[in-house]
């Protein structure tokens, strides 16, 4: 869709943002639903965040936001509300602007539960979570509305203990006894990432019971490891598209087109095989 006198403006703030895919799923989300705006990636340093947020609030077709690192934790601040989600979390992804305000929300937990509930049922399931940072905080509130039983580790044990103190669940220091004992692996960490980051653990403790979930788009160590035992499996690109679609929701209200969402990347090049599961698709979630 063409940019009019008329549209209204979505985006991503981020630095960097270069790499961000945001920008093409929501504009072909738009189109598809007709709706009459434009979505464009902003690289704000954090240094200018506050300004830009202040300047956000003048532009009268500025209605939505997300946001990505590092300003998941600063723009709450600087919002008029926030949800009850990012309260407990401590970091919002999506900003909705109305008449001058910001009201602060994150998507990124409705990413999560739902991508991981289209390969495996969440509840009573044993889960260990690699990893303490941001990214932890919103997997640890979408399992613990999920009512899993979660096990939290990181490679500083006391950044573990008090983030389980706070969602009241179970810090471990031996990830490979846990390993044991759990159905799920969880990796929020920026671990994988790239192609030469020394693994978290001994792969090779991994079996094929496990249901193995990085959060990390790409195929990582990780998940080439449960792949080659057989293990359920999933990378986060559905996590990248829900916690989107989610977005759009609380933008327009409209009920997000997923599978065009998910298309839109495929045709722009990026690998979809994302997921080893009886249900294939990412727009059929239990």
């Known amino acids: 869709m063409t940019p009019k006198g ?160 706070e969602f009241q669940v179970e810090a471990i220091d031996s990830l490979e006894d846990a390993l044991k004992g759990v159905d799920i692996v969880v990796n929020t960490t920026s671990v994988g990432l790239k192609e030469n980051d020394p693994p978290l653990f001994d792969y090779s403790l991994i079996t094929p019971e496990h249901t193995v979930i990085d959060i990390i788009y790409r195929e990582t160590p990780l998940i080439r490891r449960a792949k080659e035992l057989g293990c359920k499996y999933q990378t986060g690109f559905p996590m990248l598209v829900y916690q989107g679609a989610e977005s759009l929701r609380i933008w327009t209200g409209c009920e997000p087109p997923i599978k065009v969402m998910e298309m839109s990347l495929k045709e722009y090049g990026y690998p979809i095989e994302h997921s080893k599961t009886h249900r294939q698709t990412l727009h059929q979630p239990s």
Request: charged fraction near 25%; hydrophobic fraction near 40%.
């Open 6 to 165: 008329t549209s209204s403006i979505y985006g991503v703030i981020g630095f960097p943002i270069k790499h961000s895919l945001s920008p093409v799923f929501q504009n072909r989300a738009l189109s598809h639903l007709g709706i009459d705006a434009v979505y464009i990636p902003f690289e704000v340093r954090p240094q200018v965040l506050k300004e830009f947020i202040e300047g956000a609030r003048q532009i009268e077709n500025l209605l939505g936001l997300n946001v990505t690192i590092p300003h998941k934790e600063a723009v709450v601040e600087l919002s008029d509300r926030v949800s009850e989600e990012v309260e407990k979390i401590g970091a919002a992804n999506t900003l909705k602007f109305e008449g001058g305000t910001v009201e602060a929300f994150n998507t990124d937990w409705v990413g999560f539960l739902r991508s991981a509930e289209s390969v495996t049922n969440l509840k009573g399931k044993r889960v260990l979570l690699l990893g303490a940072g941001g990214s932890s905080r919103a997997v640890l509130y979408a399992l613990t509305k999920a009512k899993a039983e979660v096990y939290l580790w990181n490679r500083t044990p006391e950044k573990a203990h008090r983030l389980a103190r």
